[in-house]
C-alpha cells in the first residue's frame, strides 16, 4: 500500500443519552517532548510529528492516536435472537450532533470485513457475520474526512457476545473545512510561489483516503486547502524563512488563515550533512522488516529543538536495516514500533550514529475492568490511555483505544517492562487512573481493574457582550480535566441550544478552565473554575462581536508562555511579548519549580497550570531556576521568587 501523509480527521466513538453531546478531547495533546500547555491559555501549541522527506507515519497498536473520544453510557441488553451479537447506533456531525445519512461503515474482524450503511436519519445496524472483537475500520461520508487508518490497526474496538445487543453508539465524522490560506512577507505584501504542505502528523488514521496537502500560493499569495482544527500549516520560500501556523478554532471560524514570512538570516535550504543509522530486531537478533523507525529532537533538549520539528520517519528494509539523511547535527530520540511487538527507543542519541540497534520484544498483556464505582456494574463503552511515566511530572502517551464491551474488559499487548499509569473516561464520570509496574520478565498479563465515579454537572448561557442577546451553536471546551496530561485529558465539548444554553456532564472536582467561541465573535478563555460536589455554579459567558472584516482573535488572561514538564519542574518555551512572564523578565529555558510557595511537583502538571492563571491584574510567586545562572537550568541552579503579573492579551 503507498503510504501517503494525509489530511487529519476526527472520528469519535460516543453512545447518545437524551442528545448528551461531549466530547473527550486532549486539553493538552501528547508530542515528543511531553505535554505542552500556554499558561496564558490551554492552548496547544504543540507540533505534531510526521515524517518529511521520508515515508509518512502509518498507525501503530502503540502510536498516540489522535482520536478523541466521544463516551457516554452504552445501552446493552440480553437478545437471545442475536446469535453473533449485534451493534445498533448513529453516526452524526461533530460540530452540529445531526445524523449524517449514507455513511458507510466497515469492520474488519474473525470474519473478514463486512459493511453497513447509515439511514436518512443517521442510524445504522452491524450484526457481525461472527462473534468475537471487530475493529472499526472504514467510515466514509460525502462532506467528511474520512476514517480509515492502516488497515488492522483501529484503536476502536468492539466485542461481539451471542446473544447480546449494545445499543446507542454514536459515530462523530468531522466535517470537511475549506479555508483560504494566504502567504504574506514581511511588510504584509502576498508572496506567490510559496510551497505550502499541512501538517498533522496523523496521517495514519486516513492512509485509505489519501488526500492533497501540497500547495503552491498564486498571485495574491493564496491558496484553498481543507485541514481540521489543530494542523498545523508550513509555507517556505527561497527569499524567506519559513513560517507556520496552527488552525486554531479561531481560523476554522474566518476560513481563513495567514502565514507571514519572515527575513531569511541564514539559507533555509542548506542542507544538513549528518545521519542516523542502524538496525531494529526483536528479542532473538532476527531482523524486523517493515518496521517503523521515528526520529525526533530529543525531549531532554527541549525548548531547544533539532531538525524538522516534526521528525522524521522511515521503514526498515527486508534486513531490518534503517538510515536516515540530511539531519541537522544534535541529539535526537530514536523509537521502533512493530505490529505485536513491544517498542524500543533510545534516548539522546548523537546525529551521526550509524549502530543503532533497536530490540522489539515480545512485551506483556494489560488487562482488566472498567466498572461503575456506585453499582459495580462494567461500563460497556470507555477510552482507555496508557501512559509511560518519564518522571514526576511527564508522561508521554504510550497507547490509547476505545472500547465497546457489555463485560467492560479491556487489552492491550505488547507493552514492555516500566512504569505505566493508566487512565479510562467515560462520559458522565469522572477520569479515574492506576499506577502500573511492568515488571522485568513478566510472562502473563498484568491486571488492573478500574472505577469510575460520576461526575458533577454544570450549566451555563454563551451570550453578545453589550446586547445579552443569546448565542446559538456556541462551543464550550473544558479543557484542564482530570490530570490534563496526554490524549486522555478530558476535554468535554458542548454547543448551545437557541436560548445560548449548554449544560456539560461527567466533570471531576477542582479547578478547571473553559474554551468558548461563537462563529462572527472573538473567542475567550475562562479561568479559575472551581467544582465542587455534583453540581458546577451556573454561568453566564460573554463573547465579543467581531467587527466588518475583523478577523476573530481568542482573548485570554495568564503570564503568556508556553511550558512543558520537565522532572521537578515546569520549563518555558516560547514567551509571549507582553505577557506577565516577559515583564517580569522570563525567557525561553527558565525553569518554574515552585507557585506561591508550593512545589509543582505537589500540584502535578494540570493542576500547576491552573494554578498559573487567574484573574487580570492578579499576581503571583513563582520559584524559577534562571536558565541563564549556568546556562542550563539545571536542578544546581538556585531558585529565586519572581513575582508575575498575569495579564490579558489576545492572539
Do not use: C
Not at 69 to 87: D, I, K
Not at 175 to 191: A, F, I, S, T, Y
Not at 310 to 328: H, P, Q
Not at 469 to 496: F, H, K, Q, W
Amino acid at each position: 500500500m503507498d503510504r501517503k501523509r494525509t489530511v487529519w480527521l476526527l472520528i469519535v466513538v460516543l453512545v447518545l443519552v437524551g442528545g448528551l453531546l461531549l466530547m473527550l478531547r486532549g486539553g493538552w495533546e501528547p508530542t515528543p517532548d511531553g505535554p505542552r500547555a500556554s499558561a496564558a491559555v490551554a492552548a496547544k501549541p504543540t507540533p505534531a510529528r510526521a515524517g518529511t522527506h521520508l515515508s509518512p507515519k502509518p498507525e501503530s497498536p502503540h502510536a498516540a492516536t489522535a482520536l478523541p473520544s466521544r463516551l457516554v453510557p452504552a445501552t446493552y441488553a440480553e437478545a437471545p435472537a442475536e446469535s453473533r451479537g449485534s451493534f445498533e447506533g448513529l453516526v452524526i456531525s461533530a460540530t452540529t450532533g445531526e445524523g449524517v445519512s449514507s455513511a458507510e461503515l466497515t469492520f474488519a474482524g474473525p470474519g473478514g470485513a463486512t459493511s453497513t450503511r447509515t439511514e436518512a436519519s443517521g442510524r445504522f445496524r452491524f450484526v457481525p457475520p461472527t462473534a468475537g472483537t471487530w475493529l472499526l475500520a472504514v467510515v466514509t461520508a460525502q462532506g467528511y474526512l474520512p476514517f480509515g487508518p492502516e488497515w488492522g490497526q483501529s484503536p476502536i474496538r468492539f466485542t461481539a457476545v451471542p446473544g447480546q445487543r449494545i445499543s446507542d453508539i454514536v459515530l462523530a465524522l468531522t466535517p470537511e473545512v475549506e479555508l483560504l490560506g494566504r502567504v504574506e512577507d514581511p511588510d504584509g505584501q502576498p508572496v506567490p510561489g510559496a510551497q505550502v504542505r499541512v501538517l498533522t502528523g496523523r496521517g495514519g488514521e486516513s492512509v485509505l483516503f489519501p488526500t492533497s496537502d501540497h500547495f503552491t500560493s498564486d498571485a495574491r499569495g493564496e491558496f484553498r486547502f481543507r485541514a481540521p482544527e489543530g494542523a498545523s500549516v508550513e509555507a517556505r520560500h527561497p527569499a524567506y524563512s519559513s513560517a507556520r501556523a496552527e488552525v486554531t478554532p479561531s481560523a476554522v471560524l474566518a476560513r481563513r488563515l495567514v502565514l507571514k514570512l519572515s527575513k531569511r538570516e541564514s539559507d533555509p535550504g542548506a542542507p544538513h550533512g549528518e545521519s542516523l543509522a542502524g538496525r531494529v530486531v526483536d528479542g532473538s537478533g532476527t531482523a524486523v522488516p517493515q518496521a517503523l523507525v521515528s526520529v525526533s529532537s530529543a525531549a531532554s533538549a527541549w525548548p531547544r529543538r533539532y531538525g524538522d520539528e516534526l521528525g522524521y520517519e522511515t521503514l526498515t528494509d527486508a534486513e531490518g536495516r534503517f538510515i536516515l539523511e540530511g539531519l541537522e547535527p544534535g541529539t535526537y530520540d530514536v523509537t521502533a514500533r512493530s505490529m505485536g511487538l513491544a517498542p524500543d527507543e533510545l534516548r539522546d542519541v548523537t546525529a551521526g550514529r550509524k549502530d543503532l540497534v533497536l530490540t522489539l520484544a515480545t512485551g506483556t498483556k494489560l488487562v482488566g475492568t472498567v466498572r461503575d464505582t456506585a453499582t459495580g456494574k462494567p461500563l460497556p463503552s470507555f477510552t482507555l490511555a496508557v501512559f509511560t511515566k518519564r518522571g514526576p511530572l511527564q508522561r508521554d502517551v504510550f497507547t490509547q483505544h476505545s472500547f465497546i464491551n457489555a463485560q467492560g474488559r479491556y487489552e492491550v499487548a505488547g507493552v514492555p517492562t516500566g512504569s505505566y499509569v493508566l487512565q479510562a473516561a467515560a462520559s458522565g464520570y469522572a477520569p479515574s487512573e492506576a499506577n502500573v509496574e511492568v515488571p522485568q520478565g513478566a510472562s502473563g498479563p498484568v491486571t488492573t481493574d478500574l472505577s469510575l465515579a460520576r461526575g458533577a454537572k454544570m450549566a451555563g448561557r454563551v451570550v453578545e457582550e453589550g446586547s445579552g442577546l443569546p448565542l446559538e451553536r456556541a462551543r464550550i471546551s473544558v479543557e484542564g480535566v482530570g490530570t490534563g496530561e496526554g490524549a486522555l485529558s478530558l476535554r468535554y465539548d458542548a454547543l448551545t441550544d437557541a436560548r445560548g444554553d449548554f449544560t456539560l456532564d461527567g466533570l471531576p472536582p477542582g479547578e478547571l478552565s473553559l474554551f468558548v467561541s461563537a462563529d462572527g465573535h472573538h473567542s475567550r478563555v475562562l479561568s479559575g473554575i472551581t467544582v465542587r460536589g455534583d453540581t458546577a455554579p451556573p454561568l453566564t459567558i460573554e463573547l465579543r462581536k467581531t467587527d466588518e472584516g475583523e478577523e476573530p482573535q481568542i482573548e485570554l488572561v495568564g503570564i503568556g508562555a508556553v511550558l512543558a514538564p520537565r522532572e521537578d519542574a515546569l520549563v518555558l518555551g516560547e514567551v509571549a511579548p507582553g505577557g506577565g512572564a516577559a515583564e517580569a523578565g522570563l525567557v525561553t529555558g527558565d525553569s518554574i519549580v515552585h507557585i506561591d510557595g508550593r512545589p509543582v511537583v505537589e500540584m502535578g502538571f494540570a493542576n500547576a497550570v491552573q494554578r498559573i492563571r487567574g484573574p487580570e491584574g492578579s499576581r503571583l510567586v513563582l520559584g524559577v531556576r534562571k536558565a541563564s545562572a549556568t546556562g542550563t537550568g539545571g536542578s544546581a541552579t538556585p531558585v529565586v521568587d519572581i513575582p508575575v503579573t498575569r495579564r490579558r492579551l489576545l492572539r
